[in-house]
């Protein structure tokens, strides 16, 4: 492991699986793009395990995060981080953002919720709160753009007033909303390049709104295609995805690099997998993914020259 090394790398990546399951086919696509991604430029792929939305944690899953990584030969710098352990540097961004005003108690019911539809009206904006009623902490939308340019989606903008509206923070029940939890860890691991999904496409513009409020430097994002399935739903723990397992871990990761676009040649299915990954890390090309939204686990993208 490389990160005792006097001055990191000008490039950190990372992979950020929840522990509410194991591994499917597409989050070990996400994880083997952004590790590619990483060594093609020798930079650093660090690991951190998103582990605070604890209702929805899997006992074990992590155990098994972990395996399934190591199995498939995507070894990552240093201990895998866990974001249970850094409840006080969440508190401290949401300390900082009380202290200039910009967040709220929200006390809105689901019911309210779901009513108003997708973009948050503000109603809990301008009333007074009552301390024996349970709130979330919304951060105040300022109104402007956010832009960003995505490395395969192009040029982003996005008004997070108008499009989102104040979103929360911190849950009722006192747990940290995915949105700011995401900023601070970054911040903190001092992550340069994002290289995830593009179902979190949509998270990316309040993410950068965070760390612009906190002074945070923004890193650079490629969102990935997504894999569906047959019938155009995204793989997830949702759908019932199933697990990855490490039989024929060669082959499965053969299959993920014709899914990357990344024509592999025939004769690297039944290659050992150390060999397999120098060959993707020498030749990672992700612009090969550009222009395409989706891509059919029954068939997979044709490369592009």
């Known amino acids: 492991m490389r990160l005792d090394c006097p001055s990191p790398p000008p490039y950190i990546g990372r992979f950020a699986p929840s522990p509410t399951g194991p591994l499917h086919l597409g989050s070990l696509y996400t994880a ?12 650093w792929w660090l690991l951190r395990i998103d582990d605070l939305d604890t209702p929805r944690n899997m006992p074990g899953a992590t155990e098994r995060i ?4 190591a199995a498939f030969g995507l070894h990552w ?27 709220y108690p929200c006390s809105c019911s689901r019911s309210l919720l779901a009513e108003a539809g997708p973009i948050y009206p503000g109603y809990c904006r301008s009333q007074a709160y009552r301390n024996d009623q349970p709130a979330a902490l919304r951060v105040k939308a300022s109104p402007g753009e956010v832009e960003f340019i995505d490395g395969l989606q192009g040029i982003i903008r996005e008004s997070i007033a108008d499009q989102h509206g104040d979103f929360i923070v911190l849950r009722k029940d ?11 860890d970054d911040y903190r691991q001092g992550i340069t390049h994002v290289v995830r999904g593009s179902d979190l496409l949509d998270s990316t513009p309040k993410q950068i709104y965070l760390q ?7 890193p650079e994002y490629l969102h990935l295609p997504i894999i569906v399935d047959r019938n155009g739903q ?15 871990a060669n082959q499965t990761l053969f299959m993920l690099l014709s899914l990357l676009g990344q024509n592999p040649p025939p004769t690297l299915k039944r290659a050992e997998i150390p060999t397999i990954l120098d060959w993707a890390v020498a030749r990672w090309s992700p612009e090969r993914l550009r222009g395409i939204r989706s891509i059919s686990i029954d068939t997979p ?3 592009q020259t």
């Open 32 to 43: 083997l793009a952004s590790y590619l991604d990483a060594r093609s430029r020798n930079g």
């Open 212 to 218: 612009q409020l906190l002074g945070y430097p923004t």
């Open 77 to 103: 710098d240093g201990e895998a981080d866990l974001q249970s352990r850094h409840g006080q540097q969440y508190q401290q961004a949401i300390a900082d953002l009380q202290r200039r005003d910009l967040l």
């Open 234 to 248: 995204k793989l997830s723990k949702q759908t019932r995805a199933e697990a990855v397992t490490a039989t024929s």
């Open 66 to 69: 972990l395996d399934c990584l």
């Open 301 to 303: 993208p044709s490369n």
């Open 174 to 184: 006192s747990i940290v909303a995915y949105q700011l939890a995401v900023a601070v």
